[in-house]
């Protein structure tokens, strides 16, 4: 369970946030709102998927990502640029754990550019950092 001090840490970056299970879940909530989950969740499928140790699952999960997030009309389309889009289609048949670092990266900066600091300043946040505050003056201050 995550405490205030932690909360104040995802300001710093957006790698602390995608690191802590409540901090994801509140950033999640926020891109729902903003209908861009599929940055995330994107970037979630690339972290499990190069974990992946068996070839046959590599293809697979490879062929999921690449049918959810990067063919045209994919669910989930995220927004990559033509040349890293067409570099995944052309070696997608001969999959590698890291043929969606490009895509991944693009993502990832577009997040912490982007998406993150609109969280920062998202209800969603406030929400999570007051409660967290309050958490903590609770245990300090268990007779109010």
Request: charged residues 30%; glycine residues 2%; proline residues 3%.
């Amino acid at each position: 369970r995550s405490n205030a001090g932690e909360t104040m840490a995802w300001s710093e970056s957006v790698d602390t946030v995608l690191a802590n299970k409540e901090g994801l879940a509140a950033f999640r909530t926020f891109l729902k709102s903003e209908f861009s989950e599929e940055n995330v969740e994107f970037w979630l499928a690339c972290e499990d998927f190069k974990k992946t140790k068996s070839s046959t699952k590599i293809a697979s999960k490879a062929q999921k990502i690449y049918s959810d997030f990067i063919q045209a009309d994919a669910p989930k389309e995220i927004n990559i640029d033509f040349h890293t889009k067409n570099d995944i289609s052309e070696n997608i048949s001969e999959p590698t754990l890291s043929c969606f670092d490009a895509a991944q990266k693009s993502i990832y900066s577009l997040m912490a550019k982007d998406s993150f600091p609109r969280f920062l300043r998202s209800e969603v946040y406030k929400e999570l950092a007051k409660k967290h505050q309050d958490r903590n003056q609770k245990r300090w201050l268990p007779f109010l």
